[in-house]
């Protein structure tokens, strides 16, 4: 496998878990994000990570040493990818967005470097070829909670060698990822495929004043034996990504559902940033959260 530097574009909230989980595997990583105060913000992220790293997976002192010294920060684009065998995009899920990435990323980037994006819900089709480089170009998606979720799945589309596409599979072996090898591209991949109707279907129960977030996440529990429900699992999320997908479907589609979902999200999460486990509040606080007390199923 040729991949041994691996440049992170974007540290938020998957952003930062890739980078870090990378590193932890002894992957020289580099972290780019737009500005250098968001990238010193990442930094504060890495210490909590680490700390569940050690809790989770029993990582060692020394282990987590080595991880941060094997992470470095540029703002600077083309410094960030000098050196890179292989990017991960992370940028926000806004297509408008990841195009201007990549047409930047595209006019700085050597031609050996592998460009993968980690979005969720886009299709690696719709970007291949502003990579300038669609033979290289596929998706590499992450689960929340990398360390302890550990899958990745593996999306190519027409244009991508083969030979690149079994290189990231490799890689994601390489970083403690179970490869999940999909054979054509589908929206939302296997694992959101199954579990975005179930957040659906929860967050159109709450708009429609049906039952509270709580009552539904309790239920979903108490009946599946799950230990979360579909709002805990958007708080982990990150609600600004919830509602960027959930803009996007309203806007093209002008469903009056759709459109009451986000002004819900607007309303009561984005305006307010209380946009999940990475502000301490969204569905629930954070540290703590009331459904991890054990008298909420009662």
């Given at each position: 496998m040729g991949i041994k530097n691996v440049t992170v574009?974007?540290?938020?909230?998957?952003?930062?878990?890739?980078a870090f989980q990378t590193a932890f595997h002894g992957f020289k990583v580099i972290v780019y994000d737009i500005n250098d105060e968001v990238l010193e913000k990442a930094k504060t992220k890495f210490n909590g990570l680490a700390n569940s790293?050690?809790?989770?997976?029993?990582?060692?002192?020394?282990?987590?040493?080595?991880t941060l010294k094997n992470l470095n920060y540029s703002s600077n684009l083309a410094e960030s990818v000098k050196d890179a065998d292989l990017v991960i995009e992370a940028v926000p899920e806004n297509p408008k967005i990841k195009i201007s990435f990549y047409e930047n990323l595209r006019a700085v980037a050597q031609e050996k470097t592998i460009f993968a994006t980690?979005?969720?819900?886009?299709?690696?089709?719709?970007?291949?070829?502003v990579t300038g480089r669609p033979e290289k170009f596929l998706a590499l998606h992450f689960?929340?909670?990398?360390?302890?979720?550990?899958?990745?799945?593996?999306?190519g589309h027409p244009k991508t060698d083969k030979g690149v596409y079994d290189e990231v599979v490799e890689f994601a072996k390489a970083i403690g990822m179970i490869p999940i090898e999909l054979h054509k591209e589908q929206p939302a991949y296997v694992l959101n495929s199954l579990l975005v109707p179930l957040l659906d279907a929860a967050t159109n129960l709450l708009?429609?004043?049906?039952?509270?977030?709580?009552?539904?996440?309790?239920?979903?529990?108490?009946a599946t034996g799950a230990p979360m429900g579909p709002f805990a699992i958007l708080d982990m999320v990150g609600l600004?990504?919830?509602y960027d997908i959930n803009?996007?479907?309203?806007?093209s589609t002008k469903d009056p559902l759709k459109i009451k979902v986000v002004e819900y999200f607007k309303d009561n999460f984005i305006d307010k940033n209380k946009l999940g486990t990475s502000t301490g509040e969204g569905f629930y606080k954070y540290p703590n959260p009331v459904f991890e007390q054990k008298d909420f199923l009662k």
């Open positions: 574009a974007g540290s938020g909230v998957l952003g930062y878990q890739i790293y050690k809790s989770d997976i029993y990582a060692s002192e020394e282990q987590i040493n080595a980690n979005s969720s819900t886009l299709l690696p089709s719709q970007f291949a070829d689960a929340n909670q990398i360390w302890k979720r550990n899958t990745a799945e593996i999306m708009v429609n004043d049906v039952a509270d977030a709580q009552t539904i996440d309790k239920t979903w529990m108490v600004t990504t919830v803009k996007l479907e309203a806007d």
